[in-house]
């Protein structure tokens, strides 16, 4: 059976990193997923980002048992489901990290910092922590759904970045040093770059990561990004899967069919979907999940500049113009055959099947297209026997297709 040998190692680097949290060390500061990552961090805090932990929430399948305390505090069930997950553990006083690592639940913030790049809703999450820890917030707001991000909006981003110096130096206790942030953004750089080498192997006619694999494996380049270990990692990581490229092996080594996956992962239900694509000879090797985190933009020279585009210009804060562009790239570099939307109850922005868009790509592209709904952590919103069939069924007009046409 195909197994990356780099799995273990990934754990230990994620387990250390929980532990680091609770160290007592370092200042805290937490951050969303795609936020300003490398200038915290230049001040010397540990990052701890909440929607890891909501994605722990969903794995766990632990969410739905949160989900109805945060409903009691006045969230809808309808809004993003790690936010009412997390805050609904929070209130529970519980978290995997208690069983899984032994931690004493969450670590405490000294400052919190978002970025609504990918979601307002993480301002509304954040601020909830804000008022229980009364500790200072701090907020980027770029400019949403462009076509193209050009150097006025990157400015009002560097202008956002620059306010936050007095605040983490206050906190933090240490002064600004723009030498030590251009060290961070370098380091975040190369691994970012080595992650997107990793995601690219997957171009391989025998691909050697999955979808599935990369929801585990990015674990360090959303949680660790800007440090030597997160470089160290993905050079591993890189090599192994260089290797099996050139050994021809993967995951699924007779796959008939490529399939695209869009939206957010199914937490609670990865295993379930990899069997099942597997099991019908369809290989998932890409997404845009998973190349959320390729910041190819960063440059050490400029690190203000760089971060401010790299974070404005990811696919889910773009136009749908910006984003069909990226998708139809992607499409011909990984030879996809079939896209999957995941149209997420919960998360309305990492969702692109409401508006048409399947619609439209297909007919530019050929490419067809399936929409499963489902959510991210709240596993009342998804039918896995109605999923399942859809998918069966698509998989095979992908099939016939290709017997047809080749
Ligand atoms: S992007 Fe979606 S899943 Fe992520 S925090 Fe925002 S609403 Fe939640």
Not at 262 to 269: A, D, F, H, R, V
Not at 345 to 366: D, H, I, V, W
Request: aromatic share 12%; glycine share 6%.
């Amino acid at each position: 059976m195909y197994k990356i040998a780099a799995t273990d190692l990934m754990k230990k680097i994620m387990g250390d990193y929980f532990l680091s949290l609770e160290s007592g060390t370092k200042k805290i500061a937490w951050c969303t997923s795609v936020g300003p990552a490398e200038l915290l961090r230049s001040f010397g805090f540990e990052v701890y980002f909440p929607e890891n932990h909501g994605a722990l929430l969903g794995a766990t399948r632990t969410a739905m048992d949160y989900i109805p305390e945060a409903i009691k505090c006045g969230y809808s069930g309808h809004v993003c489901s790690y936010t009412t997950a997390d805050i609904g553990a929070f209130l529970k006083k519980q978290s995997p990290l208690q069983s899984h690592y032994k931690m004493q639940g969450i670590p405490k913030p000294d400052l919190i910092a978002y970025n609504t790049n990918q979601c307002r809703e993480v301002e509304d999450w954040f601020t909830f922590y804000a008022d229980q820890f009364k500790c200072p917030i701090v907020g980027i707001q770029p400019p949403r759904y462009l076509d193209e991000v050009s150097s006025d909006e990157v400015e009002l981003v560097v202008k956002q970045f620059k306010k936050m110096i007095p605040v983490c130096e206050q906190v933090s206790g240490n002064k600004f040093d723009i030498d030590r942030f251009r060290e961070v953004v370098k380091l975040s750089k190369e691994a970012t770059l080595l992650w997107q080498k990793v995601l690219k192997t997957s171009t391989a006619a025998i691909a050697p990561l999955s979808f599935f694999d990369g929801t585990i494996h990015m674990g360090p380049i959303v949680v660790l990004r800007g440090t030597q270990l997160a470089k160290d990692y993905y050079t591993t990581l890189l090599n192994e899967l260089e290797s099996n490229v050139k050994n021809k092996t993967g995951f699924l080594p007779k796959a008939s069919t490529r399939i695209f996956w869009e939206g957010m992962p199914i937490w609670g239900k990865l295993r379930m979907f990899s069997d099942l694509f597997n099991q019908n000879n369809a290989a998932v090797v890409a997404s845009t999940y998973c190349s959320s985190w390729v910041f190819d933009r960063f440059d050490e020279n400029n690190p203000f500049e760089s971060t401010a585009l790299a974070y404005t210009e990811i696919f889910i804060n773009r136009s749908e113009k910006a984003k069909m562009k990226m998708l139809k790239a992607w499409f011909e570099e990984y030879k996809i055959d079939g896209i999957v939307y995941h149209d997420s109850k919960t998360c309305f922005n990492n969702s692109n099947a409401k508006f048409g868009m399947p619609q439209r790509l297909k007919e530019e592209t050929g490419v067809p297209a399936l929409i499963i709904e489902g959510d991210l952590c709240d596993l009342r919103f998804f039918s896995e026997g109605q999923s399942v069939t859809k998918i069966e069924t698509f998989v095979e007009q992908l099939q016939d297709l290709k017997v047809n046409h080749g």
